[in-house]
């Protein structure tokens, strides 16, 4: 029987239990080259504030067939209630273990998002890997419906959508039902961290699971985005989660 995780509600959503990184990347893309069909969205406790506040993103969430955790904060919540060990699985880690894996397996991949620079060298980089992309836009597109058919036509099995949440929840949600066989990933920065336009966290900062202080320093204007990580602790602590 194929493996199916736990899956845990973690502030309304649904997020399921994977043990490690490989493990997932290993359901997403099988040993056969076959794919999960579906989206899937890496859940933190950022997204899980915001989903509170939003009926809507709420439904869009627990509508995506894999929702994996990607924050500490998340995978404290379903360590305490699976009692049993649960990985954080990073999204942009993730997403390129994900492309080695459809280099390997030969499974053709559809990049949207960022910047024309941006996504072109993220295309070459990967290309250079040996990944085969079938195709590649931008963030600035304006006709979805063109973009859609144009993955339908592309013969797309991977697709992954840097735009930021939730624009690229709503784009998968609309592309996915004429694609109901490909796998979709959104994927926020990570063309940007992938191709060196906006530095990683340092190891160490990673290691102890502090990126997001590590980015707030970068960025002090994230301030008014982190308060969500306050108010998320505030109910973990309380068991409201």
């Given at each position: 029987m194929a493996f199916q995780p736990d899956?845990?509600?973690?502030?309304?959503?649904k997020v399921m239990a994977f043990a490690s990184m490989a493990q997932l990347v290993n359901f997403i893309i099988r040993d056969d080259g076959s794919v999960f069909a579906g989206a899937a969205i890496a859940i933190n406790p950022e997204k899980v504030?915001?989903?509170?506040?939003?009926?809507a993103l709420m439904q869009i969430l627990n509508n995506a067939e894999l929702r994996y955790a990607d924050g500490m904060g998340v995978v404290k919540?379903?360590?305490?209630?699976?009692?049993?060990?649960?990985?954080?699985?990073?999204?942009?880690?993730?997403?390129?273990?994900?492309?080695?894996r459809a280099a390997e397996k030969k499974v053709p991949v559809f990049l949207i998002g960022a910047k024309p620079e941006v996504l072109q060298s993220t295309k070459s980089k990967l290309e250079a890997l040996g990944v085969p992309v079938v195709g590649a836009q931008d963030g600035y597109f304006k006709d979805e419906d063109?973009?859609?058919?144009?993955?339908?036509?592309?013969?797309?099995?991977?697709?992954?959508?840097?735009?930021?949440?939730?624009?690229?929840?709503?784009f998968i949600e609309k592309a996915k039902k004429q694609l109901p066989d490909a796998y979709?990933?959104?994927v926020g920065g990570t063309y940007d961290v992938f191709t060196g336009n906006v530095k990683r966290a340092p190891?160490?900062?990673?290691?102890?699971?502090?990126?997001?202080?590590?980015?707030?320093?970068?960025?002090?204007?994230?301030?008014?985005r982190q308060w969500n990580l306050v108010e998320y602790l505030w109910l973990y602590l309380r068991g409201k989660l």
């Open positions: 899956q845990v509600s973690v502030g309304g959503i504030m915001k989903a509170q506040q939003d009926p919540v379903m360590q305490k209630k699976l009692q049993k060990p649960v990985e954080r699985v990073p999204g942009c880690e993730t997403w390129e273990a994900l492309m080695h063109a973009l859609i058919s144009q993955l339908v036509q592309s013969g797309a099995k991977v697709i992954t959508v840097a735009m930021g949440s939730p624009k690229q929840e709503l979709f990933m959104g190891a160490l900062w990673c290691k102890l699971n502090l990126e997001w202080a590590y980015r707030l320093l970068s960025q002090p204007s994230r301030i008014k």
